[in-house]
Nanobody, 125 residues
Framework: QVRLVESGGGLVQAGGSLRLSCEASGRPIHNYPMGWFRQAPGKEREFVAAINWSGDTTYYADSVKGRFTISREKADNTMYLQMNRLKPEDSGVFYC??????????????????WGQGTQVTVSS
Protein backbone atom coordinates (compact mmCIF):
# COMPACT_ATOMS: atom_id res chain seq x y z
CA GLN A 1 0.00 0.00 0.00
CA VAL A 2 1.13 3.55 -0.73
CA ARG A 3 0.15 6.64 1.22
CA LEU A 4 0.59 10.01 -0.48
CA VAL A 5 0.45 13.32 1.37
CA GLU A 6 0.47 16.66 -0.41
CA SER A 7 1.59 19.94 1.11
CA GLY A 8 2.54 23.43 0.02
CA GLY A 9 -0.79 24.77 -1.12
CA GLY A 10 -2.05 28.18 -0.11
CA LEU A 11 -3.21 31.60 -1.23
CA VAL A 12 -1.05 33.54 -3.67
CA GLN A 13 -1.51 36.54 -5.92
CA ALA A 14 -1.57 36.17 -9.68
CA GLY A 15 1.97 36.05 -11.01
CA GLY A 16 3.29 34.46 -7.85
CA SER A 17 4.76 31.03 -7.19
CA LEU A 18 4.10 27.99 -5.05
CA ARG A 19 5.89 24.69 -4.64
CA LEU A 20 3.81 21.62 -3.90
CA SER A 21 5.26 18.51 -2.35
CA CYS A 22 3.98 14.94 -2.36
CA GLU A 23 5.54 12.65 0.20
CA ALA A 24 5.05 8.92 -0.12
CA SER A 25 5.14 6.35 2.63
CA GLY A 26 4.55 2.64 2.78
CA ARG A 27 5.49 0.86 -0.39
CA PRO A 28 8.42 2.60 -2.19
CA ILE A 29 7.31 4.61 -5.21
CA HIS A 30 10.63 5.12 -6.91
CA ASN A 31 9.72 2.62 -9.65
CA TYR A 32 6.34 4.18 -10.44
CA PRO A 33 5.34 7.00 -12.72
CA MET A 34 3.62 9.78 -10.84
CA GLY A 35 1.47 12.74 -11.67
CA TRP A 36 -0.32 15.85 -10.52
CA PHE A 37 -3.98 16.59 -11.13
CA ARG A 38 -6.19 19.48 -10.11
CA GLN A 39 -9.89 20.03 -9.62
CA ALA A 40 -11.59 23.41 -9.68
CA PRO A 41 -15.02 23.89 -8.05
CA GLY A 42 -17.76 22.47 -10.23
CA LYS A 43 -15.31 20.97 -12.69
CA GLU A 44 -13.87 17.53 -13.27
CA ARG A 45 -10.41 16.61 -12.13
CA GLU A 46 -7.88 17.36 -14.86
CA PHE A 47 -4.35 16.27 -15.63
CA VAL A 48 -1.55 18.74 -14.89
CA ALA A 49 1.79 16.94 -15.19
CA ALA A 50 3.40 13.51 -15.11
CA ILE A 51 6.92 12.20 -14.50
CA ASN A 52 8.32 8.78 -15.32
CA TRP A 53 9.83 6.42 -12.80
CA SER A 54 13.41 7.63 -13.30
CA GLY A 55 12.54 11.31 -13.30
CA ASP A 56 14.17 12.06 -16.63
CA THR A 57 11.01 12.39 -18.69
CA THR A 58 8.06 14.67 -18.01
CA TYR A 59 4.82 15.67 -19.69
CA TYR A 60 2.58 18.68 -19.11
CA ALA A 61 -0.88 19.87 -19.91
CA ASP A 62 -0.77 22.69 -22.45
CA SER A 63 -2.29 25.08 -19.92
CA VAL A 64 0.72 24.82 -17.59
CA LYS A 65 3.56 24.16 -20.01
CA GLY A 66 6.42 26.61 -19.47
CA ARG A 67 5.11 27.67 -16.04
CA PHE A 68 5.05 24.45 -13.99
CA THR A 69 7.87 21.99 -13.38
CA ILE A 70 7.40 18.48 -12.04
CA SER A 71 10.31 16.70 -10.39
CA ARG A 72 11.04 13.89 -7.97
CA GLU A 73 13.64 12.99 -5.39
CA LYS A 74 13.81 9.23 -5.26
CA ALA A 75 16.06 9.24 -2.22
CA ASP A 76 13.35 10.72 -0.04
CA ASN A 77 10.33 9.34 -1.88
CA THR A 78 9.02 12.80 -2.70
CA MET A 79 7.61 14.45 -5.79
CA TYR A 80 7.33 18.20 -6.37
CA LEU A 81 5.42 20.65 -8.52
CA GLN A 82 6.99 24.07 -8.89
CA MET A 83 4.33 26.50 -10.07
CA ASN A 84 5.39 29.89 -11.41
CA ARG A 85 3.46 32.76 -12.97
CA LEU A 86 0.28 31.49 -11.40
CA LYS A 87 -3.07 32.56 -12.82
CA PRO A 88 -6.50 32.67 -11.15
CA GLU A 89 -7.60 29.82 -13.41
CA ASP A 90 -4.92 27.63 -11.79
CA SER A 91 -6.94 27.62 -8.56
CA GLY A 92 -8.25 24.32 -7.28
CA VAL A 93 -7.42 21.29 -5.21
CA PHE A 94 -4.19 19.71 -6.38
CA TYR A 95 -3.75 15.95 -6.04
CA CYS A 96 -0.68 13.80 -6.46
CA UNK A 97 -0.98 10.25 -7.69
CA UNK A 98 1.11 7.15 -8.35
CA UNK A 99 0.55 4.62 -11.10
CA UNK A 100 1.29 0.89 -11.09
CA UNK A 101 0.66 0.62 -14.82
CA UNK A 102 3.05 0.22 -17.72
CA UNK A 103 2.46 3.62 -19.30
CA UNK A 104 5.53 5.76 -18.56
CA UNK A 105 3.62 9.06 -18.48
CA UNK A 106 -0.06 8.42 -17.83
CA UNK A 107 -2.37 11.38 -18.30
CA UNK A 108 -5.68 9.73 -17.45
CA UNK A 109 -6.72 9.63 -13.82
CA UNK A 110 -7.95 6.07 -14.38
CA UNK A 111 -4.37 4.91 -14.87
CA UNK A 112 -3.41 5.96 -11.35
CA UNK A 113 -3.81 3.65 -8.39
CA UNK A 114 -2.90 5.77 -5.38
CA TRP A 115 -4.00 9.30 -4.56
CA GLY A 116 -3.28 11.89 -1.94
CA GLN A 117 -5.96 13.82 -0.09
CA GLY A 118 -5.29 17.05 -2.00
CA THR A 119 -4.00 20.51 -1.17
CA GLN A 120 -5.84 23.73 -1.95
CA VAL A 121 -4.29 26.33 -4.23
CA THR A 122 -6.01 29.69 -4.55
CA VAL A 123 -4.71 32.35 -6.89
CA SER A 124 -6.20 35.80 -6.42
CA SER A 125 -6.44 38.32 -9.24
Amino acid sequence: QVRLVESGGGLVQAGGSLRLSCEASGRPIHNYPMGWFRQAPGKEREFVAAINWSGDTTYYADSVKGRFTISREKADNTMYLQMNRLKPEDSGVFYCAASLGVSPLPTSEYRYNYWGQGTQVTVSS
